[in-house]
């Protein structure tokens, strides 16, 4: 079974960064795929506090963001 | 992150809050730099919304901030035009924006400001804020959610360019010909201004370091309730003492237990303050970030910029907003409405989640 994907594209600020969060207390590796650049910062400077490493990669206009567990 | 970008927010503060000093030197409201709450007001006066002869000017700073954010976000590509989400919403949470800060009279920055030029009054409201994020977030944490903005048309994104343009026009004719309108006021705050070169030019800067470093008076006691985040608080303390050097090294830092253009009521410094970092909460950002993200073309943004200027209307047409002899009848009874609101919206918009499954 892959990772799962979460789409936090078009959510205002700060629903990506909960949706992460939610995601990361169940302890699987996952996706998030968000659409603004405030939302990859925010959710890069929260991964970052918690010590947990992610890829930032582009996807068409969006962003995908992988979190290792 | 490199230790400058760590520390961006801080710097982009400190300018700020000196920036503050500068204009009301020159000639701004005492402790009223920057508000964007004041500003929005002042401009709904100017366009006719509300008449109340003293509070009535095209805010220039507004209209340089309008030229700073837009073109660094189109320079940074940060420009991505998109909406849909609950824009009736966002008016009336505007709207209930501008009663919560017309009720404290200033919105987060002028609430900084007021404490740097030494008026004590502004404590209540600081305090308020996070009150009303404490709010805002139980409901996030909870499902609130008021849908997700898709992409418009790249066309979409002139509109507020358009409406902003044409505000510059109307303040340029109001100087070269001293149209009647818009109407300025010639007593009171409103007639009390910096240069509108200095002001525009000013603003400018405000407009690029306010989106490059995302500042949110909103957002920073948010990030730290929830992710115990301090990037954004960061940039309300460089705020602070940015304003406190400026406003002592320019002699005006005026220690008062209520200071100009402010009153002394505790309970609704707080309750104002509290509405609007609620309202402010469930739009997503700050008045001041509404309006650096409607020229990251969201539209939505625009929405809740358009509600602001609606509810400066009908708060000073119906007598709601606070002065400096206090708060009117209307006043608390709009107050208690606005919380009334905000609540619904709130609860409503987190039973959404609980019932509609699938699309979060």
Known sequence: MSAPVIDCRGLSCPLPV?????????GQPFSVIVDASVAVENISRFLGYRGVSFIVTPRGADRLIEVGS | MSLLRKNLVLLGGLL??????VLVKYGNPANMGLCFVCF?????????????????????????????????????????????????????????????????????????????????????????????????????????????????PRWVALIPVGFFVILLILLLIKIEWQTPYPYFSVKGPGSMHAPALLSLGLGVVAGVLFQRTRLCLAGGFRDIFLFNDQYLLKGFLGILLGALVANA??????????????????????????????????????????????????????????????????THSLGLAASPAGVTMGGWAALALGYAAAFAIAYGFSLIRATVKGEA
């Open chain 2, 16 to 21: 700020v809050g000196v920036m503050g000093a």
């Open chain 2, 249 to 314: 090294a320019l002699g005006l830092f005026k220690p008062a237990v209520v200071g100009p253009v402010a009153h002394g009521n505790f309970v609704a410094n707080f309750l104002g303050m509290g509405l609007l970092g609620f309202a402010a909460i469930l739009l997503g950002g700050c008045p001041m970030r509404q309006m650096v993200m409607t020229w990251e073309a969201n539209f939505d943004s625009f929405i809740a910029i358009l509600g602001m200027l609606a509810g400066a209307g009908l």
């Open chain 1, 18 to 26: 909960i949706r992460v969060k939610e995601e990361l207390d169940k």
């Open chain 2, 40 to 152: 929005y007001r002042d401009i709904a006066g100017a366009l006719g919304l509300h008449h109340n002869a003293l509070v009535q000017y095209l805010r220039p700073e507004i209209l340089g901030i309008f030229l700073g954010s837009f073109f660094s976000a189109l320079t940074f590509r940060d420009f991505n035009p998109r909406g849909g989400s609950n824009p009736a919403i966002r008016f009336i949470l505007g709207i209930l924006i501008m009663v919560g800060g017309l009720i404290f009279l200033g919105c987060p920055i002028r609430a900084i400001y007021r404490l740097a030029g030494g008026d004590l009054s502004a404590v209540g409201g600081l305090l308020g804020i996070p009150f009303g994020a404490y709010l805002g977030l139980f409901f996030l944490t909870r499902g609130y959610n008021l849908g997700k903005a898709r992409p418009l």
